[in-house]
């Protein structure tokens, strides 16, 4: 049997692996979040945030989600994410809530993704999600972020003129509304 048109064989051929290649690699992305960490410090508006969980706290990230769930509970609190790591600092969005299971009795001030207000004298939640940035050194994990537009208290000590989403340092100081993790890779 005489093949006719060898070229097309071998260019569908030739497609279908560059497909099957594309595929895998899109299946072993991942980001420098990847895997377990445990939550060894939380603060939220200067004070600490779930004191009495915190030996209990988890993030898990695994491609673009982030799962925040407390061992021994069925607590857990996720939303899809976007990394931008080529700004200073690196900075992390937090895009939808993908899941909230008994996060602290269901307050909306306690929401680590989406944003909160005061409707009809009841903090409400809003669609907004959160902005904020991240440093990775060694097996360590920072995240600094806000769900509700705030004004910062910069460097010099000076409370800026703009209220923000996005902090540009990590804190969290009593009126600015911001979440400060400290996090360690679990192996």
């Not at 097309?8 to 899109?26: D, F, N, P, S």
């Not at 939640?125 to 910062?152: A, H, M, Q």
């Not at 340092?169 to 993790?181: E, G, P, T």
Request: proline letters at 4%; one cysteine or more.
């Amino acid at each position: 049997m005489r093949i006719r048109h060898p070229a097309i064989i071998l260019a569908a051929t030739t497609m279908l692996l560059l497909g099957a290649v594309a595929w895998a690699q899109e299946r072993s992305v991942t980001t420098p979040l990847e895997g377990r960490w445990k939550v060894i410090s939380a603060r939220s508006n200067g004070g600490n945030f779930m004191r009495d969980s915190l030996g209990k706290l988890f993030m898990v990230a695994e491609k673009d989600e982030i799962r925040f769930v407390i061992n021994g509970t069925d607590s857990e609190l996720a939303a899809k994410f976007a990394l931008k790591p080529d700004v200073l600092p690196a900075q992390i969005d937090f895009i939808k809530e993908t899941k909230s299971r008994d996060w602290n009795n269901g307050n909306p001030m306690f929401n680590l993704f989406r944003g909160w207000k005061i409707s009809d004298d009841k903090v409400v939640s809003t669609e907004d999600c959160g902005e904020g940035i991240y440093k990775i050194e060694g097996n360590r994990l920072t995240l600094c972020w806000r769900t509700n537009k705030g004004r910062e208290l910069t460097a010099d000590g000076k409370i800026s003129q703009e209220s923000v989403l996005r902090p540009t340092q990590f804190q969290s100081h009593l009126y600015y509304n911001q979440f400060l993790f400290e996090l360690e890779r679990v192996p």
